[in-house]
Every structure is written in structure tokens, then in C-alpha cells.
């Protein structure tokens, strides 16, 4: 019994220590971005988009933009845990939140989507955890995950 106690006490001591609240990231402007100190975020962007270095590049679709969107769209009502919070369409954002499987801990999410040309479309992609300093990697394999369903919808 003790040494549950002890065990549940170091791993809420070292949880309490990682944690650092911080606001919802709201919509980011990809072209004006400040990344954040430390590696709790996970950002997908097309070449030469972004004023900052990205995680990766975006791939690029050979559909319109709202071809794409309704990809996304059905790939993430399919997500346990992810709802929409809102929408700026004249600007193809989205915000999302994804709640972790441990804990419930909201990630926030960001999507823009890009018309390349009428049948060329991409998207930039911030997502960030709102607690903790690290992630590790949790975000990146989520967005890279909903990357890949995306790929398989439109099968490319």
C-alpha cells in the first residue's frame, strides 16, 4: 500500500512539474507565426509558407480546396475525443480540439486550407497542447495520422 502511495505521489509530483497552462491557441496567422519555447506543438505547412521552419511539409492534393476540406471533414468526424470549436470559411481556418486519451488534456488545433489552383489544394496544420512542456511526439503522430486518412480518402 505504501509504496503505491509513494509511486502516485512521484508521478503526481513529476505530472504537476511538467504541466504549464497556457491559453487556447486560437487562429494563428501561418505567415506570422512565434513558435512556442518548448516542443509541445506540431506544425505542417507547405514550402514557403510559413515565416518559420515547420515540423514538415505539407503534401500537395490533386483536388480543389473544398474537395479537400470534405476529406478532413470526414476523416475528423471519425476521431474519438475531436469536435470543431469554429470556422472562419473566408479564410478556410478551422479550430479543433482533440481531448488525449490520458487525462483529457486539449490539444488545440488550427487548419488552413490553400487553393493551389482548381484542381491543386494543400493545408497548414498547428496543433498544441495547452498543458505540459512536452508532448512527446503524442501531437505530431495524431496530426500525422489524420494526414494519412486524408491520403487514403482521396487515395493519393
Avoid at 490520458?102 to 490553400?114: H, L, N, T
Wanted: charged content about 10%.
Amino acid at each position: 500500500m505504501r509504496v503505491v502511495n509513494k509511486s502516485f505521489n512521484v508521478m503526481l509530483l513529476l505530472l504537476i512539474c511538467l504541466l504549464q497552462g497556457c491559453k487556447p491557441t486560437g487562429t494563428p496567422n501561418f505567415q506570422k507565426l512565434t513558435l512556442p519555447k518548448f516542443p509541445n506543438y506540431y506544425l505542417l505547412c507547405p514550402a514557403d509558407y510559413c515565416n518559420v521552419t515547420p515540423n514538415a511539409i505539407s503534401p500537395i492534393y490533386p483536388v480543389g480546396a473544398d474537395d479537400l476540406f470534405s476529406a478532413f471533414n470526414q476523416v475528423i468526424s471519425q476521431q474519438p475525443r475531436t469536435s470543431f470549436v469554429y470556422s472562419i470559411p473566408e479564410n478556410g481556418q478551422y479550430v479543433l480540439v482533440h481531448k488525449t486519451v490520458v487525462f483529457g488534456f486539449p490539444v488545440d488545433i488550427s487548419i488552413q486550407f490553400m487553393a493551389l489552383s482548381a484542381n491543386q489544394s494543400t493545408f497548414a496544420i498547428f496543433a498544441q497542447n495547452r498543458y505540459g512542456l512536452y508532448d512527446f511526439g503524442l501531437t505530431k503522430k495524431l496530426i500525422d495520422s489524420w494526414v494519412q486518412k486524408i491520403n487514403q480518402a482521396l487515395a493519393t
